[in-house]
């Protein structure tokens, strides 16, 4: 099939799902165009089936706010038509289902095809941009306009109903990692870098923003390091970062936290953690603490959202109220002391994201495509 990718080319895991997504549709010989305004961060590879296409949002002194949705919508066109796309599948609403509409009204007026458009939502396009009054309109539309529409976890697709007037039904698709990818031996020399003396290393790794309250952390961190010999990694960047440092020197933890910055290579990182701390007031799903999963990296994490999806109880990591410091740092002072208990989970986490494999979740995504191959475009598919 030729299947039209739109997401954000950032580190967020909307994009990088798209993006892994679109390589592994890519290695089983689909075609794949990118449609987005910068190269994805996770597009790294060569591959005769990958197309790129950047969006261009021109500038004009008349505009305090450059309208990238309709330079979107027009490039979407463009892509439609001159490369005989099959379908559109666009990640994350906000604006991308909109625009999609917007381009699928046009394909239609311009040569009569019906392009099918699949939206899938990834959380906070749902729960926390685009439930806003400002916006909810249109989500809701765009969305009831979608000739599919996907979920990333059981908790979103409620959560969406309980947000919106959604008309259709909502697939659960789970997202997934290459866990081939991720399970790797640890590098020693860069082990030994960052915990000399054998301490337990801990790991952070989001977007820095409110929602991941990486203030607890800290908290937790705090805790853990009074308990036993630890270090604590913080991969990523965003608006909480100086707050966050400013914390660590508050606590007096600074000298064994290491702000990482945004990775690429998050494999190597967490090859040598020994344990995921993702505390958030809210994930849809939580990719990053099922990639620690497949790296045998134990999870800590709130209960919140879908992270009880992905995060067993008492089996590939712990789950607490949101906020509750305390008995995270329990859990992991308990965890990190007991070298024997620690390999258990470890393993109990890897073997759990197993059943998250990506070549689990394609073929879902291959078989809902599919169901638009027979309705419109069967000689082609
Ligand atoms: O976590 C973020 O703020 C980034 C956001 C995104 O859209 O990139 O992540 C969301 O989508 C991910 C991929 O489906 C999920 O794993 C994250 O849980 C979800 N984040 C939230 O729901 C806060």
């Known amino acids: 099939m030729k299947i039209g990718i739109v997401c954000y080319p950032t580190f967020g895991g909307s994009g990088v799902l798209a993006t892994e997504l679109g390589k592994a549709l890519a290695d089983k010989g689909h075609q794949v165009h990118f449609i987005t305004y910068q190269q994805p961060v996770r597009l790294n590879v060569f591959n005769a089936n990958i197309f790129y296409h950047e969006v261009r949002v021109p500038t004009y002194p008349l505009f ?21 796309l099959d379908l559109l599948h666009v990640h994350y609403a906000i604006p991308h289902a909109s625009a999609a509409y917007m381009a699928k009204q046009i394909v239609k007026q311009k ?27 249109v989500v809701t539309f765009s969305i009831n306009e979608s000739d599919a529409i996907t979920a990333v976890s059981r908790n979103l697709k409620e959560e969406t109903y309980r947000y919106f007037d959604i008309k259709k039904e909502i697939d659960v698709i789970y997202n997934f990692v290459d866990v081939h990818r991720f399970d790797k031996k640890p590098l020693e020399a860069f082990r030994q ?46 608006p909480e970062r100086h707050a966050i440092e400013e914390l660590c020197r508050q606590y007096g933890v600074d000298a064994q936290v290491r702000f990482l910055g945004k990775q690429e290579q998050m494999e190597e990182i967490l090859a040598v953690s020994d344990l995921f701390l993702l505390p958030s007031e809210y994930e849809s799903f939580g990719l990053a603490a099922l990639e620690a999963m497949a790296a045998r990296v134990v999870v800590i994490s709130s209960n919140a959202g879908g992270l009880a999806e992905i995060n067993v109880h008492g089996s590939t990591g712990f789950l607490t109220q949101v906020g509750d410091v305390d008995t995270m740092s329990k859990y992991a002072i308990e965890l990190l002391s007991n070298n024997s208990y620690l390999a258990e989970m470890k393993e109990k986490a890897y073997q759990h994201a197993c059943q998250f494999d990506i070549s689990k979740i ?20």
Do not use: W
């Open 64 to 84: 305090d706010y450059p309208p990238y949705e309709l330079a979107l919508a027009s490039t979407m066109v463009d892509v439609i038509i001159n490369h005989d």
């Open 362 to 381: 394609i073929p879902q995504y291959e078989k809902l495509y599919s169901r638009f191959c027979r309705m419109e475009t069967v000689k082609k598919c």
């Open 193 to 238: 870098v960052i915990a000399p003396d054998n301490e337990k290393i801990l790991i952070h790794a989001s977007n820095f923003r409110k929602v991941k309250r990486v203030d607890d952390v800290v908290k937790v961190f705090a805790q853990v390091s009074k308990a036993l010999p630890a270090k604590l990694l913080m991969v990523g960047d965003g």
């Open 111 to 137: 040569n009569g095809r019906n392009i099918p458009v699949i939206t899938t939502l990834h959380g906070t396009d749902i729960t926390l941009v685009g439930k806003d009054k400002t916006y909810e309109p």
